[in-house]
């Protein structure tokens, strides 16, 4: 089995920062791709930022030059590092992981809540 850990969350004021962190454990030693989505309130879920194993990212441009991803591949953890956060930035956040033969696996999510 795989699990996904997310930690880091919480409320904050608009411009303030979070860091997310989440670690991967289980069967898979190492995940292709590991991220972050988020779902806002009323919204469907949507890419903020995903890294390959060899450092490719993909980035929302809504978080561009605000968040900023990385992984620590030996440990299967991936973080995120969110600053100048602004009030449309509250959502809940979940980690996200692809293993061999593309299989997606996810957190359980965790809540950033950025007030005005």
């Known amino acids: 089995q795989v699990q996904l850990v997310e930690s880091g969350g919480g409320l904050v004021q608009a411009g303030g920062s979070l860091r997310l962190s989440c670690v991967g454990s289980?069967?898979?030693?190492?995940?292709?791709?590991m991220g972050w989505y988020r779902q806002g309130p009323g919204k469907q879920r949507e890419l903020v930022a995903v890294m390959t194993s060899g450092g490719g990212i993909n980035m929302a441009d809504s978080v561009k030059g605000r968040f900023t991803i990385s992984r620590d591949n030996a440990k299967n953890r991936v973080y995120l590092q969110m600053n100048s956060l602004k009030p449309e930035d509250t959502a809940v956040y979940y980690c996200s992981s692809t293993g061999p033969g593309a299989t997606s696996y996810w957190g359980q999510g965790i809540q950033v809540t950025v007030s005005s």
């Open positions: 289980g069967s898979i030693l190492r995940f292709d791709v």
